[in-house]
């Protein structure tokens, strides 16, 4: 399966969850985080149970402090 992710080219071999992509990309900096699907924002309690289909985009967002 392929989709886009922070607009660079990601293949997974099967279909995951969001957390399940997370588990594997990121395991220890899902911390201050926010996902995007297709432009739309997805809730933290819905990252288990939304799977990624072919050719979706998702958006990592990370927090960053400063002003």
Do not use: H, R, Y
Request: glycine share 4%; hydrophobic share 40%.
């Amino acid at each position: 399966m392929e989709i886009k992710l922070n607009n660079q080219i990601k293949i997974f071999q099967e279909q995951c969850s969001i957390q399940q992509m997370l588990d594997e990309l990121m395991p220890e900096k899902q911390k201050g985080i926010a996902i995007a699907l297709n432009n739309s924002v997805i809730p933290k309690n819905n990252w288990p149970t939304q799977f990624l289909t072919q050719n979706d985009e998702v958006l990592i967002i990370k927090a960053t402090q400063g002003g």
